[in-house]
C-alpha cells in the first residue's frame, strides 16, 4: 500500500505563501487520485483540492481556495503538491493529504491518509 508523508507547513503571515508536499513511498503516486483535505480546531474536516490520477484531467477546489491554492503532479518525484498563495488566517489548519482509486474524491472513498501537516495563518 501506498504511504504518504506531507511536509512543507509552518507560520505565515496572512496574504503569504506556503507550498504542501505529498510525498509518497512504496508504491507509485500516478494510479491514485490524490486529495488534500483540511481540518481546523473545533471544525469538521473538510476536502480543499484533489487531482485525478495521473493521465486525468480533473482537478478540484473548494470555493474557499478557487483561485488561491493549485494542485500539481511531479510523478518523477512521486509527489503531489499544494501551493497555497494569499493566504488567511481561516486557512489555518492541520493539512492532510490522501490517496483514493475513486473520483471525485470524498473522505468515505480515501484509502490513504498522510500523518498531517500543521498549517499556521497569523493576521
Known amino acids: 500500500q501506498v504511504q504518504l508523508v506531507e511536509s512543507g507547513g509552518g507560520l505565515v503571515q496572512a496574504g503569504g505563501f506556503l507550498r504542501l508536499s505529498c510525498a509518497a513511498f512504496?508504491?507509485?503516486?500516478?494510479?491514485?487520485?490524490v486529495g488534500w483535505f483540511r481540518q481546523a480546531p473545533g471544525k469538521d474536516r473538510e476536502l480543499v483540492g484533489a487531482?485525478?490520477?495521473?493521465?486525468?484531467?480533473?482537478?478540484y477546489y473548494a470555493d474557499s481556495v478557487e483561485g488561491r491554492f493549485t494542485i500539481s503532479r511531479d510523478n518523477a518525484k512521486n509527489t503531489v503538491y499544494l501551493q497555497m498563495n494569499s493566504l488567511k488566517p481561516e486557512d489555518t489548519a492541520t493539512y492532510h493529504c490522501?490517496?483514493?482509486?475513486?473520483?471525485?474524491?470524498?473522505?468515505?472513498?480515501?484509502?490513504?491518509w498522510g500523518q498531517g501537516t500543521l498549517v499556521t495563518v497569523s493576521s
Open positions: 490522501s490517496a483514493s482509486t475513486r473520483w471525485p474524491v470524498k473522505e468515505g472513498n480515501v484509502e490513504v
Open positions: 512504496r508504491r507509485t503516486l500516478m494510479n491514485y487520485a
Open positions: 487531482i485525478m490520477w495521473s493521465g486525468g484531467k480533473s482537478t
